[in-house]
């Protein structure tokens, strides 16, 4: 089982010293949000009439998707997707929050023409960085 040994310093420069936690801990205290992204997944289909074998790629992207049990759950629930994951997928999430304002301050005639006719390619946002 994997330790890690984390500095109380980092989080609050008023105390000193260190806390270890094992994985088996960790994945214990984080299984409530688990079940909640779980559930909010399960919503997510429900509400968009999908099923998950419909799901053909899975983007992790997000700090959260960097953790091994939120890659795992996203594997059980869409086995036959492919899965996508970007080595920052904060910056993924940024690159998608910025063709979004883009789009949304997009007002005029032509704009919203172009806006239209415009289709995002995920392949530069799934590019891996060396």
């Known amino acids: 089982m994997v330790n890690a040994s984390l ?3 980092d989080f609050d420069t008023n105390q000193e010293g260190n806390i270890e936690i094992s994985q088996e801990e960790f994945q214990k205290m984080c299984e409530l949000l688990l079940n909640k992204v779980k559930n909010t997944l399960y919503a997510a289909l429900h509400n968009s009439n999908f099923n998950a074998n419909q799901i053909h790629k899975v983007l992790h992207v997000g700090g959260g ?4 049990m939120i890659k795992q759950l996203l ?22 929050a910025a063709y979004c304002a883009y789009n949304l301050s997009s007002d005029s005639e032509s704009d919203r ?3 239209a006719e415009t289709q995002v390619d995920e392949e530069p946002l799934l590019k ?3």
């Open 128 to 130: 891996r960085r060396k």
């Open 75 to 96: 594997r059980n629930m869409f086995p036959e997707a492919e899965h996508c994951i970007e080595e920052h997928p904060d910056e993924v999430v940024a690159i998608g």
């Open 113 to 115: 023409r172009r806006q």
């Open 7 to 9: 500095d109380v310093d």
């Open 65 to 68: 998707s960097r953790m091994p």
